[in-house]
């Protein structure tokens, strides 16, 4: 067990649809990234946030958004949902204060759209 | 940005074998992860090793920085080896803070009883 939770661990929905998830990171750590795996472009990053702010961007659609709240959870909101959009989503954590440091990840969550 | 190449993109063994597992990474690093990822979609951290060998049971990893890749081996392979194994890096022309991670396309290995 990493000590990232992610909720719900799965998710179907149709398309048009907006969903939100969800991200603990571990105790004590204050960055927070979010990657998406889906069979044609492998694993992604997405976004990263520090202490509440953003940090670093990737490649991120702009139907996207996430945010890091103060007591350091994220969520992840997809909205305008389309078939391509299918994938596992993971979030990430580290302590965020060193500048190399190993990133611990979640259980992903599922997501299907239809 | 960083390309990163792992080698072989499969690889079907029999229980007890040994393999090595190969990342190639186009750039300078200063952070590398090694992954598992389990029949269930799980990740698991298995080394952090930008340079160096480490050791953990069975499993073992060098990075030859320089060099420019890492090698992840597995000895005396069990069932519960199988799965996809990801290298990842951080590229050294990121900025502080941007700790962002460029995963490789995986090697998908297989353990038959």
Known sequence: DSGVTQTPKHLITATGQRVTLRCSPRSGDLSVYWYQQSLDQGLQFLIQYYNGEERAKGNILERFSAQQFPDLHSELNLSSLELGDSALYFCASSAGYRELETQYFGPGTRLLVL | ?113
């Open chain 2, 1 to 113: 940005g960083i390309q990163v190449e792992q080698s072989p993109p499969d690889l079907i063994l029999q229980e007890g074998a040994n393999s090595t597992l190969r990342c190639n990474f186009s750039d300078s690093v200063n952070n590398l992860q090694w992954f598992h990822q389990n029949p269930w979609g799980q990740l698991i951290n298995l080394f952090y090793i930008p340079s160096g060998t480490k050791q953990n049971g069975r499993l073992s990893a060098t990075t030859v920085a320089t060099e420019r890749y890492s090698l992840l081996y597995i000895s005396s392979s069990q069932t519960t080896d199988s799965g996809v194994y990801f290298c990842a890096v951080r590229s050294t022309r990121g900025y502080f803070g941007n700790e962002k991670l460029t995963f490789g396309t995986g090697t998908r290995l297989t353990i038959i009883p």
